[in-house]
């Protein structure tokens, strides 16, 4: 079972850049699709990006679509997320998350990281 690590989380201005990692360790990371979400104070958990295993397919929630990038490497067992152009709104604690196959519900994904604190400010 892969177990996940988040780094790479800041304080930023708005328009500023970020960019997440998502560390595996343990098998088999390569076969895993890696969820992206983000959790606002008082908000439920929310779907941010998710990645399937070969990297190949990617799918974005609206709100970031055409500022946030998921890539991996899987020879690294690592995931990340390139977020540019960020506003205030995309504030909150960030995780990656594991499954097989690309799904949008937290609920549907079994294996989280400790997640990564992003504070934008305006």
């Known amino acids: 079972q892969v177990q996940l690590v988040e780094s790479g989380g800041g304080s930023v201005q708005a328009g500023g850049s970020l960019r997440l990692s998502c560390d595996g360790s343990g098998r088999p990371f390569g076969a895993y699709a890696i969820g992206w979400f983000r959790q606002a104070p008082g908000k439920e958990r929310e779907f941010v990006a998710a990645q399937n295993w070969s990297g190949v397919d990617a799918r974005y929630a609206y709100s970031v679509r055409g500022r946030f990038t998921a890539s991996r490497d899987n020879a690294k067992k690592t995931a990340y997320l390139q977020m540019s152009d960020l506003k205030p709104e995309d504030t909150g604690v960030y995780y990656c998350?594991?499954?097989?196959?690309?799904?949008?519900?937290?609920?549907?994904?079994?294996?989280w990281g400790q997640g990564t604190q992003v504070t934008v400010s305006s």
């Open positions: 998350a594991a499954r097989y196959g690309i799904e949008y519900a937290a609920s549907d994904y079994d294996l």
